[in-house]
Every structure is written in structure tokens, then in C-alpha cells.
């Protein structure tokens, strides 16, 4: 038996299941990760969340990141606010650095339950997304169905953004996961679907990498504001509307992506690791 502190956290209805594994090593095979993200057989997470200890000078805590299909992501914007909230609680103050395998991220709380974190840099270049050939990622060689064009940008994770004049016409089970797969993209990647609704505002839905539709993409909506405002539409700061609500997001001159949202906790306790991903039966 392996009694594991356990918590069900959500970021805009992006879901998350945090593992506590500071004091004791937790090492999930691809399979297990897919059975507890199973939402009938399991307990159910777009991302799971292992929280380690950090590993660089000044950061609070490591944060290892999967997608519901057992693969590592790099970077998750909506989990990251969770994390900060939790590791402010414990830590009994409003700012803390959150590490993970993209780098050092810097959160503060700025009230209202709302927590501001520093994303990173925004990387544009090819190779950074990363694609599979030379190209301008601001207009990437890519088409399918109604959608075509994509912004590439990689804010610890990879996305591409397609412009579209009405997000909800757009048929994200059938076209996402195409898209995640196609050939140009060879580690996958994130796929946004973005309208622009004023100077300041967009309309984002998205097909995540390894966990298709999710309610939420807190690295999404920085990615989709940057492409935004690299092709002119908007400016470098503005509000991102995603299914389950609203980020703030600002470019800033620096190069850096700055996320502002809220986070929730629904459950805290604690599980019976082998029993949920071995199965009884
Ligand atoms: N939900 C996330 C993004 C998760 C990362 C992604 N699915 C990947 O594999 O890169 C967010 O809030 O950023």
C-alpha cells in the first residue's frame, strides 16, 4: 500500500491531481498515469501534478508535469497558479518560485485569490517550438479543413494558433487531434483555436497535447496573446476567454509572458496509490 497526500485542484476547469512526493519517491509508469487519469476507472485529471523537492538555489518547489495520456508536458500555466497558491499557504507568504522542467517561475499573489505568474519567455523561433522545417512562425505552413496559417510559439510548451472568425464553428474533436499529430509538428503540439474580439480581448478554445479538449490553457492563452499581438491584432496585453473563464495575459517588453487567474482546491486528502493504478479487479 502507498498512502499518498493527494489533492484535486483546477485552474478554469482545467483539472489537476497533485501528488506529494517530498517525502517519499513516486515513479508512475506511462500506464498508471493513464489509469488514474481515467475518469471512470481512476480519479480523473487533465495534467497531473508531482510536487518534488526543487533542485535550483531560490525555487520553493519542483512541479513534474503529465497529460492524461502519460506523457510529460513541459510547462502548464493553469497548474502552475494552483502550485503557487499551495506553496504560498504553506510557505505563509505571497511569492514563491515554482521549478519545472522549462525553468524557474516566479508567482505572487495579488489578491482576490488571483495569482500572477511569470511565465517565461515567449520563444518564436523554428526550432524552439520545435517544426520540422525552416519557416517564419508567424505563418506556418500548416492547413486542414476550414483552419490554416498558425502562429507558432513555444511558452515552456508548444502551441500553434489558427485565427478564426468564430471558434465555437470550429469542430475541435475532429480537427484537434489531427492537428496535434500533424507531421510538422514532431513532439505534438497544443493547438488553439483563437477569435479576435476587440483590441484587448480574445476568444480562445483549445485541443491539448496529450489531453484533447480541456476547459482551459493557461500556456495556451499566453501563447494565443502573443500570436495575437506578433500579427497586429491586439495589443501586448489583454484578456483571454477560454471555456471556463478569463486570464489576463501581458506580453512584456522584456519578452517575458505574465499570466494573471485564480485557482481552486475541491478535494484534500489523501489516496491509496497502488490500489488506484494497479486496479482491485
Ligand atoms: N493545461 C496546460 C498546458 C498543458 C501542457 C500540454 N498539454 C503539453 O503537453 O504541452 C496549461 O494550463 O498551460
Given at each position: 500500500m502507498t498512502i499518498v497526500p493527494f489533492l484535486k485542484m483546477h485552474g478554469l476547469g482545467n483539472d489537476f491531481v497533485v501528488l506529494d512526493a517530498r517525502k517519499q519517491k513516486l515513479d508512475l509508469t506511462v500506464k498508471q498515469r493513464q489509469r488514474l487519469a481515467d475518469r471512470h476507472m481512476g480519479v480523473g485529471f487533465d495534467q497531473m501534478v508531482t510536487l518534488e523537492n526543487p533542485v535550483s538555489a531560490g525555487a520553493d518547489v519542483f512541479m513534474r508535469l503529465h497529460n492524461a495520456d502519460g506523457s510529460e508536458a513541459?510547462?502548464?500555466?493553469?497548474?502552475?497558479?494552483?502550485?503557487?497558491?499551495?506553496?504560498?499557504?504553506?510557505?505563509?507568504?505571497?511569492?514563491?518560485?515554482?521549478?519545472?522542467?522549462?525553468?524557474?517561475?516566479?508567482?505572487?499573489?495579488?489578491?482576490?485569490?488571483?495569482?500572477?505568474?511569470?511565465m517565461g519567455p515567449a520563444h518564436l523561433d523554428w526550432q524552439d517550438i520545435p517544426v520540422a522545417a525552416a519557416c517564419d512562425t508567424l505563418h506556418m505552413p500548416v492547413a486542414l479543413g476550414p483552419v490554416s496559417d498558425p502562429v507558432g510559439v513555444n511558452v515552456g510548451s508548444s502551441h500553434a494558433v489558427f485565427f478564426v472568425d468564430d471558434v465555437n464553428a470550429i469542430d475541435l474533436p475532429l480537427i484537434g487531434p489531427q492537428l496535434e499529430n500533424h507531421s510538422f509538428f514532431p513532439n505534438r503540439a497544443n493547438i488553439e483555436f483563437a477569435q479576435i474580439i476587440g483590441p484587448d480581448r480574445i476568444r480562445m478554445r483549445v485541443w491539448e497535447r496529450g489531453a484533447g479538449i480541456t476547459l482551459a490553457c493557461g500556456s495556451g492563452a499566453c501563447g494565443t496573446l502573443v500570436a495575437a499581438a506578433r500579427r497586429g491584432l491586439t495589443s501586448r496585453k489583454g484578456e483571454v476567454i477560454v471555456d471556463g473563464g478569463t486570464l489576463t495575459i501581458e506580453w512584456l517588453e522584456n519578452g517575458h509572458v505574465r499570466m494573471t487567474g485564480p485557482w481552486t482546491l475541491s478535494y484534500e486528502g489523501q489516496i491509496d496509490l497502488d490500489a488506484l493504478v494497479n486496479g482491485h479487479g
Open positions: 513541459r510547462a502548464c500555466g493553469n497548474a502552475t497558479r494552483c502550485i503557487a497558491a499551495r506553496i504560498m499557504g504553506e510557505k505563509g507568504h505571497g511569492n514563491v518560485v515554482i521549478e519545472t522542467v522549462s525553468g524557474l517561475l516566479a508567482a505572487e499573489a495579488i489578491g482576490n485569490g488571483h495569482i500572477a505568474v511569470d
